[in-house]
């Protein structure tokens, strides 16, 4: 279990043993702010693709694409600016 008591930057909340865990989510990610239903037909179709390709997407995913340092999902799924900067 995760206590509140303390939280750290970047949206981090303490846990008992002292460290720390991501929150929920991000506002600007559409993977955070997708209904749970929409996550889990999402994570269905990601899972399938990475048994099917013998985990090959799986290392181009995490090897070779940029993530959220909030909620580690890819950068390319958040909101942007006309500027390119985060709208968050």
Excluded at 19 to 40: H, K, Q
Excluded at 52 to 66: A, D, E, N, P, Q
Aim: aromatic share 8%; charged share 20%.
């Amino acid at each position: 279990m995760f206590s509140i008591a303390h939280t750290g930057g970047a949206g981090q909340v303490s846990d008992e043993l002292g460290g720390y865990a991501m929150a929920a989510g991000c506002r600007d990610c559409e993977t955070c702010t997708r209904s749970w239903l929409g996550r889990l037909f999402q994570n269905a179709a990601v899972g399938l693709m990475h048994v099917v390709t013998i985990g090959i997407s799986y290392l181009i995913k995490k090897g070779f694409r940029r993530h959220c340092p909030q909620c580690k999902h890819l950068l390319s799924r958040h909101a942007r600016r006309a500027d390119g900067s985060f709208r968050d």
